[in-house]
């Protein structure tokens, strides 16, 4: 496949009007939506991993760090409102992870929802930093840990966390092996990694072992993979075609573009506009950001099929 080329200025320009997705239309690059209607909380198949979530899902994770977020630091009972809230208007998708601290939360939540409705990710550490902990326990260990600190019989998703290098697939194959046993038991659902660079994006493409990858995109290459987006939407799209699930996260660059809201309202136009990235988690800090956010991918899905 030919790398996609297009003129900056003409892309700087399409980014103004909102229709920056348009330049990836090309059949040739961009992926099957499957967006069935204009309901930001439509449900949504997570690649072939045989997951199905809302289009929209709930970021624990803001401003995260060695289990602590935002979530952890504000009033407990604040940030189990949001939860509840999140879950009453909706969302049935729940983005933790080992840094964030935030599985006690939802155990508290969960016995007020449906079970069976929600996909719940959570995401192992295995680098350095990141977690309280200088030991890195095999898989099979922190799951089982995730597992009571969630009180749940089974996660649906299980990712390795923040991986960078290249050759990811190779040093990490033994903790690959264990999850893959651990979704073979029924403990998990799926797993995957999430990737914060775009070598080990593409050495996640030549994975058959990832079933749903968290990806990094927005309009503005803001922390991204790249400054410039048209080589990373190149490799979601092969992504998404190989029929890995494709989770969309920093839409609003880790937070940098929270006080743009024209800007918000491109970024949400321009993942939608793909064809290829299936969810997109938001970080919320407070329940009038939820209701916010649902009126703008409306107003975005409402404008793309105007």
């Keep these: 496949m030919e790398k996609i080329k297009m003129n900056r200025r003409k892309f700087v320009g399409a980014l103004s009007l909102g229709t920056a997705h348009l330049l990836f239309s090309n059949p040739i690059y961009a992926g099957f939506s499957q967006l069935s209607s204009m309901d930001p909380l439509q449900k949504v198949k997570l690649g072939n991993s045989g997951l199905e979530t809302t289009l929209l899902g709930v970021g624990t994770g803001v401003h995260a760090s060695n289990r602590t977020s935002y979530l952890t630091r504000q009033e407990d009972e604040k940030s189990l409102a949001l939860l509840r809230y999140a879950y009453e208007r ?25 079970r069976e409705e929600i996909t719940i990710t959570s995401k192992i550490w295995v680098r350095g930093g990141g977690i309280p902990e200088t030991e890195r326990p095999d898989a099979d260990v922190v799951v089982e840990r995730f597992r009571k600190e969630l009180n749940t019989d089974y996660i649906d998703l299980v990712q ?9 697939t190779e ?9 893959e046993n651990l979704k073979s038991k029924g403990v998990i659902r799926a797993h995957g990694v999430s990737v ?5 994006m593409k050495d996640a493409l030549e994975s ?5 990858i968290h990806v990094r995109i927005n309009p503005y290459g803001i922390a991204m993979d790249k400054p410039d987006p048209e080589e990373v939407v190149e490799v979601i799209h092969k992504l998404h075609k190989a029929g890995k ?14 006080n743009d809201s024209k800007k918000i309202d491109n970024s949400l136009r321009f993942v939608l506009g793909l064809g290829s990235v299936d969810m997109m988690i938001v970080g919320f800090e407070e329940k009038e950001q939820i209701d916010n956010y649902l009126g703008r991918v409306e107003k975005a899905l409402k404008e793309m099929r105007s």
């Design 90 to 114: 909706g969302f049935r998708n729940f983005d933790c992870a080992d840094t964030y601290g935030t599985h006690g939360m939802m155990a508290k939540v969960l016995p007020k929802m449906n």
């Design 160 to 168: 390795i966390h923040c991986m960078v290098d290249e050759n990811w």
């Design 171 to 179: 040093t990490q194959k033994k903790q690959m092996d264990i999850l």
């Design 196 to 200: 914060h660079s775009l070598d080990a």
């Design 208 to 212: 058959p072992w990832v079933d749903v």
């Design 245 to 258: 699930g494709i989770i969309g996260m920093k839409l609003v660059g880790n937070g940098q573009l929270r």
